[in-house]
Nanobody, 124 residues
Framework: QLQLVEFGGGLVQPGGSLRVSCAAPGFTFDRKAIGWFRQAPGKEREGVSC???????NYANSVKGRFTISRDNAKDAVYLQMNNLKPEDTAIYYC??????????????????WGRGTQVTVSS
């Protein structure tokens, strides 16, 4: 079973920045959509951002203008740069990949492979 791995979570003060990374040893991200999701305590998991094979991106309204997703196909890695973090961004962040090819706009459904998550805590 394919396993994605997230890196880079941690504790940051409000207004600070953090970058989380996603990789999958032995798996090629090329032509797949990769998404970032998060789940806060007591809340449902929600889509944060995704990127298709063409580089087309999609963001939740709550993070637009603050988060940036990018991918490096040569390294089979996807990154989520998070700026101006707020306490409400505190959650476990998961990356996920589709098994199908996604060239156009990505959406927050239809992901088949998941990581175990990395904790992001925004607190003073």
């Amino acid at each position: 079973q394919l396993q994605l791995v997230e890196f880079g979570g941690g504790l940051v003060q409000p207004g600070g920045s953090l970058r989380v990374s996603c990789a999958a040893p032995g798996f090629t991200f090329d032509r797949k959509a990769i998404g970032w999701f998060r789940q806060a305590p007591g809340k449902e998991r929600e889509g944060v951002s995704c990127i298709s094979s063409s580089g087309s991106t999609n963001y939740a309204n709550s993070v637009k203008g603050r988060f940036t997703i990018s991918r490096d196909n040569a390294k089979d890695a996807v990154y989520l740069q998070m700026n101006n973090l707020k306490p409400e961004d505190t959650a476990i962040y998961y990356c996920a990949a589709t098994s199908r090819v996604v060239i156009g706009l990505c959406v927050f459904e239809g992901y088949d492979y998941w990581g175990r998550g990395t904790q992001v805590t925004v607190s003073s």
